[in-house]
T-cell receptor, first 110, second 121 residues
Framework: DAKTTQPTSMDCAEGRAANLPCNHS???????VYWYRQIHSQGPQYIIH???NNETNEMASLIITEDRKSSTLILPHATLRDTAVYYC???????????FGAGTILRVKS | NAGVTQTPKFRVLKTGQSMTLLCAQD?????MYWYRQDPGMGLRLIHY???????AKGEVPDGYNVSRLKKQNFLLGLESAAPSQTSVYFC????????????????????FGDGTRLSIL
């Protein structure tokens, strides 16, 4: 599975959009991009995943560049409860194993 | 609406003791996983199971054993606990695949429990 690179930490004002970048320049054609988050002391929570098209659900939007070498997770209206570690993971088509990196610490501030 | 339940939530062991961590899911998921998370690090896969009666090694399997006798339960055992096994242990489960829009999709999100905090002295 391809490796990902994320910033160590980011700050966001409450009510504003949080844009979390992820670089996955070695991604291959059949690998998906997944985003999970982990709020302090809890288990990771699935947010969204995609292959090449932009995706949106009730939690977030995922924008994948045309060359698929990077992506951005967008939380449209961040709240204090969105403060968490966000993990960008690239997973192959077969097998169902997730490889977690260090993630991005997102701090939402009032 | 329990999802993935882990027991116990906390445990302190002495070096050399044994114990079993229990994971139960009520979503009829085929896949189940055990991860460990050490301070400041992401999760690392210990063992996983693709179905009842089958298990496989993950990234860091040494010192652990697992069993999946029932579809809904996945047990993680430490036969002789060591201080290096002090960690937070997370269990997860997922569907093998789901039928979406007429196609089988094997990209199913994992659902995690809230973890077991294990300290070994």
């Amino acid at each position: 599975d391809a490796k990902t690179t994320q910033p160590t930490s980011m700050d966001c004002a409450e009510g504003r959009a949080a844009n979390l970048p992820c670089n996955h320049s070695t991604i291959s054609g059949n690998e998906y991009v997944y985003w999970y988050r982990q709020i302090h002391s809890q288990g990771p929570q699935y947010i969204i995943h995609g292959l090449k098209n932009n995706e949106t659900n009730e939690m977030a939007s995922l924008i994948i560049t045309e060359d698929r070498k990077s992506s951005t997770l967008i939380l449209p209206h961040a709240t204090l409860r969105d403060t968490a570690v966000y993990y960008c993971i690239v997973r192959g088509e077969y097998g169902n194993k997730l490889v977690f990196g260090a993630g991005t610490i997102l701090r939402v501030k009032s | 609406n329990a999802g993935v339940t882990q027991t116990p939530k906390f445990r302190v062991l002495k070096t050399g003791q044994s114990m079993t961590l229990l994971c139960a899911q009520d979503m009829n998921h085929e896949y189940m996983y055990w991860y460990r998370q050490d301070p400041g690090m992401g999760l690392r896969l210990i063992h996983y199971s693709v179905g009842e009666g089958t298990t496989a090694k993950g990234e860091v399997p040494d010192g652990y054993n697992v069993s999946r006798l029932k579809k809904q339960n996945f047990l993680l055992g430490l036969e002789s606990a060591a201080p290096s096994q002090t960690s937070v242990y997370f269990c997860a489960s997922s569907y093998l695949f789901r039928r979406l829009q007429g196609f089988f999709n094997n990209h199913q999100p994992q659902h995690f429990g809230d973890g077991t905090r294990l300290s070994i002295l």
